[in-house]
């Protein structure tokens, strides 16, 4: 079974940094694209970036600039560096997997990591 692990949530105050990170239990071979979404209180969950098979990303407009989405060499692992967070950045942040469509299931999920930014 696919997992997913993820780590680097926390505290911290406007205008700082956290780094996230998520490791698949899987090959890259096997992978389509990684991500991480977001999720506040009574709202729906979003994309925040996305990187891709062959290594380019994607960002929801409120995180570009500030933030930037990498991998490890494996390809396996994703971090996001979060720079000049705001309240508004406050949510549970959740690594994805996209996987070959071969595969079921194929959309995999972390169990999520609380980010809060205080004013």
């Known amino acids: 079974q696919v997992r997913l692990v993820e780590s680097g949530g926390g505290l911290v105050q406007a205008g700082g940094s956290l780094r996230l990170s998520c490791t698949a239990s899987?090959?890259?071979?096997?992978?389509?694209?990684m991500g991480w979404y977001r999720q506040a209180p009574g709202k729906q969950r979003e994309l925040v970036a996305i990187?891709?098979?062959?290594?380019?990303?994607d960002y929801a407009e409120s995180a570009k600039g500030r933030f930037t989405i990498s991998r490890d060499n494996a390809g396996n692992t994703i971090y996001l560096q979060m720079n000049s967070l705001k309240p508004e950045d406050t949510a549970v942040y959740y690594c994805?997997?996209?996987?070959?469509?071969?595969?079921?299931?194929?959309?995999?999920w972390g169990q999520g990591t609380q980010v809060t930014v205080s004013s």
């Open positions: 994805n997997a996209n996987l070959l469509s071969t595969l079921s299931p194929n959309n995999i």
């Open positions: 899987v090959r890259m071979l096997i992978i389509r694209s």
């Open positions: 990187i891709t098979r062959s290594g380019s990303g």
